[in-house]
């Protein structure tokens, strides 16, 4: 498997896109193999390894990336880190989800004590 180059996409469906800490582990984890790691958003490749050019490749909701793995790792390599790209979009839409959640508790307490949610005590 050392010549083959594999290959998954991943759509973006963070409510924020991909940003600097999520990219930054990515490459971090990306370092750990041997594999040339490749990360293409349509017709832009940049290096996996690389925090620097990850971050250039802005990735908002949506966005589709390639994962490209090329060398003796390339199958344990795309696994993994398709695997936290996916883990990490579910944890921060959770997160979302969440502080939504909190809004509508706030406002329900205001409107069950008689005041319109826009209203302050100040």
Known sequence: ???????????ITSPHGLHLRPLTEFAQRAQQFQARIAVIKEDRSVDGKSPFEMFLMVSPPGAELTIEATGPDAQVALDVLTSFLNEIQAEEQQKESGVRDQGSAINSQDSAIGKPPSVSDS
């Open 1 to 11: 498997m050392n010549g083959e180059t594999l290959r998954q996409t991943v759509r």
